[in-house]
């Protein structure tokens, strides 16, 4: 098991800024992952984090407006940037500890406003 | 990918056991099926996984096909505190091993 902590747990932003959300796992992982969820939907996969490599990207999510960091083995930072009301989102982070088709874990998420 | 197909919306009475199905046609010979559940406000949560065999835990049974191109989340007495969204979900741990969401099937649960 894994306990997975998620800042913020909400905020609400103004269009055109950036927010950057943490997620720091309580053990070493190797694979992160980042989802997103619109309201009164299913949850969406943006990219997978290995530390040490580039994140990897969905089609649909680039990283000029979804960079991610993942600069060591229990931490990762997703940033929506130049936010507009359409990324109105939960965000979620994911980790999967043995990489082998065990169980993932997930924050709660961060609810993310945009006015 | 392989997808899933499941009910939109069950509905179940309190203490009765529930079973929720699971399509899976296109199924991989590698692809192990799991099962989430999310609560309102939380993030998913782990039920159970499988690949051939049937499986038991403390939360739930899964059914397995023995085709594989279904499977059965069996929650053996419902309770209010299962009411959620139940996720079935296809996972290759040899190929991206990443999980695609679909839609889910909210289970409601009644006194």
């Known amino acids: 098991s894994a306990v997975i902590s998620q800042k913020p747990s909400r905020d609400i932003c103004q269009r055109g800024t950036s927010l950057t959300i943490q997620c720091q796992v309580d053990s070493q992982v190797t694979m992160m992952f980042w989802y997103r969820q619109q309201p009164g939907q299913s949850l969406t996969l943006i990219a997978t984090a290995n530390q040490g490599s580039e994140a990897t990207y969905e089609s649909g999510f680039v990283i000029d407006k979804f960079p991610i960091s993942r600069p060591n083995l229990t931490f990762s930072t997703l940033t929506v940037s130049n936010m507009s009301p359409e990324d109105s989102s939960i965000y979620l982070c994911s980790v999967d500890l043995t990489g082998s088709g065990q169980p993932q874990h997930f924050g709660d998420g961060t609810r993310l406003s945009i006015l | 990918d392989a997808k899933t197909t499941q009910p939109n919306s069950m509905e179940s009475n309190e203490e009765e056991p529930v079973h929720l199905p699971c399509n ?53 007495r419902a309770t209010l505190r299962d009411a959620a969204v139940y996720y079935c979900i296809l996972r290759d741990p040899y190929n991206n091993n990443d999980m695609r969401f679909g839609a889910g099937t909210r289970l409601t649960v009644k006194p």
Request: aromatic share 8%; net charge neutral; hydrophobic share 30%.
């Open chain 2, 24 to 76: 899976h046609s296109t199924i991989s010979g590698t692809d192990y099926i799991h099962w989430y559940r999310q609560l309102p406000s939380q993030g998913p949560e782990y039920v159970i996984h499988g690949l051939t065999s049937n499986v038991n835990n403390r939360m739930a049974s899964l059914a397995i096909a023995e085709d594989r191109k279904s499977s059965t989340l069996i929650l053996h």
